[in-house]
């Protein structure tokens, strides 16, 4: 693993896990490896810290504690805990923060051994905590995962995993470099569903594919049930909001501004587009096998603005369309007439793949797959997943570098969409905006005040 104690501490489970784990299977733990409730010994687990348990990130570690090979050992979060200042978010999510996420964690293993922090650096200088979970905002991923390789920290980072083009690449370039395990919670990469449609298509189970349709989630919807409060309010108590904002543009504290709504401001995130069109178009890529490669070409840019006199800036309405060298175009839009999902259309059928479905026409199309055929990674769940990467050091089913080009389809169609263009002309070797100067400075951005990228 990382450092010689660290291996040495968990060389058990490691051993244990390499033939077991990877298929999915429960693994045979030594009895000398185990604590008295049957678990592997807290000795022998992998250790945890979690960077972000609000929403999300509450939710992923909650999948965490369900792993017996996993100690969750610390938490970080900006916010001591929700209930201090916001008694209709509580109402709305439950309790939330750094407080309350140690308060699970404690119940959970029956000790009071998780340690808190609110700095995210304070947690990552720990030498007891083997891998990371990264489920803060969008705009603190790339500098959070950055420093988390550098410590030799493996990483489950939320999507979409970057803020920009730049921060991708070089969030790619360090993970690699690192040699930790990654990956990154698009879990529609562990769905059977996902997975039998790409290797269908991949397989020409409907011929030449002609086209891509994808359709996205909702509209900008109020997810903290706080839009209406836009106008700046002292920060509460408890809320470091200073840290909060980080590289950002310094912004006066709002309710609206936080809390999953944070998703609907270019400073922070890139909409719809990019929480939803990070599952989607990452699917797309996978089904062209396309994942260390992308689009030439995007067009037929259109968006329905939000208010200039709103706090919001992200379009709860778009389309474009994108096209790969080999003549396949993608149109993406905030809504299709089959819903949220993606449908294949090829000379000989199509393949409609949504969340909990698949349908495949003609229904021959849908034969098991043959020896003979391409059979893609298979991963039954996506915490399990990491957790096997980690003690095999064997390949996740969603790693930096594949992530960064699938999320790359997304931030070029916001650049297109922002500025209004006809066409943008991408060359994926390179990883450059051809022949539009302004539009290749959009794929990066200045951080505020101490922060920097790489």
């Not at 909702?218 to 409060?229: L, P, T, V, Y």
């Not at 059928?349 to 698949?358: D, E, F, H, N, V």
């Not at 990467?389 to 390949?395: A, E, Q, R, W």
Request: glycine share 10%; with cysteine; hydrophobic share 35%.
């Amino acid at each position: 693993m990382t450092t010689p104690p660290t291996t040495t501490r968990r060389q058990l489970l490691r051993n244990a896990a390499a033939s077991a784990i990877t298929l999915g299977f429960p693994t045979i733990i030594p009895a000398s490896a185990l604590g008295k409730d049957g678990r592997p010994a807290p000795s022998n687990r992998v250790t945890l810290g979690c960077i972000g348990v609000g929403g999300r990130g509450n939710d992923d570690m909650k999948n965490f504690l369900n792993d017996e090979r996993v100690q969750i050992i610390a938490v970080c979060d900006v916010e001591r805990g929700s209930d201090r200042y916001n008694k209709a978010l509580v109402k709305r999510f439950g309790n939330f923060g750094r407080e309350p996420a140690r308060d699970t964690i404690n119940k959970h293993y029956g000790t009071a051994g998780c340690a808190m922090h609110g700095d995210f650096r304070e947690l990552l200088a720990r030498k007891d905590v083997d891998a990371v979970l990264i489920a803060t905002p969008d705009h603190w991923h790339a500098l959070q995962a950055i420093a988390s390789a550098r410590a030799k920290k493996h990483i489950y980072c939320e999507k979409p995993i970057s803020l920009t083009i730049e921060q991708g690449q070089v969030m790619a370039r360090i993970v690699k470099e690192s040699g930790v395990v990654w990956q990154t919670g698009s879990q529609q990469r562990s769905d059977i569903h996902f997975r039998m449609a790409c290797e269908f298509v991949r397989n020409g189970r409907i011929g030449k594919l002609k086209s891509v349709r994808v359709g996205l989630a909702s509209q900008n919807r109020d997810n903290n049930g706080n839009a209406s409060r836009t106008a700046p309010e002292p920060v509460p108590e408890g809320l470091d909001y200073a840290m909060w904002l980080g590289p950002a543009p310094d912004a006066p504290y709002c309710p609206a501004r936080l809390h999953s709504n944070w998703r609907w401001f270019y400073d922070y995130s890139g909409g719809n587009l990019t929480d939803f069109g990070a599952h989607h178009l990452d699917i797309v890529q996978w089904a062209l096998d396309t994942e260390h490669s992308g689009p030439v070409l995007f067009d037929s840019f259109k968006a329905e603005w939000p208010p200039k006199d709103g706090i919001y800036n992200t379009p709860p309405t778009f389309s474009f369309a994108c096209e790969y060298a080999n003549g396949v175009r993608v149109k993406v839009a905030d809504k299709m007439d089959f819903g949220a999902g993606i449908e294949f259309e090829g000379e000989n059928g199509t393949i409609k793949c949504q969340r909990g479905g698949l349908v495949v026409k003609p229904d021959s199309a849908r034969a098991p797959l043959t020896d003979k055929e391409t059979h893609l990674y298979e991963s039954k769940d996506h915490y399990l997943n990491f957790i096997d990467g980690v003690l095999t050091g064997k390949p996740t089913a969603t790693d930096c570098e594949v992530s960064h080009r699938s999320i790359s389809i997304a931030h070029l169609g916001n650049i297109g969409l922002r500025l209004g263009r006809e066409k943008l002309r991408w060359d994926p070797a390179k990883e450059q905006i051809v022949g539009d100067d302004e539009a290749q400075k959009m794929l990066s951005r200045p951080m505020r005040g101490e922060w920097r990228l790489g």
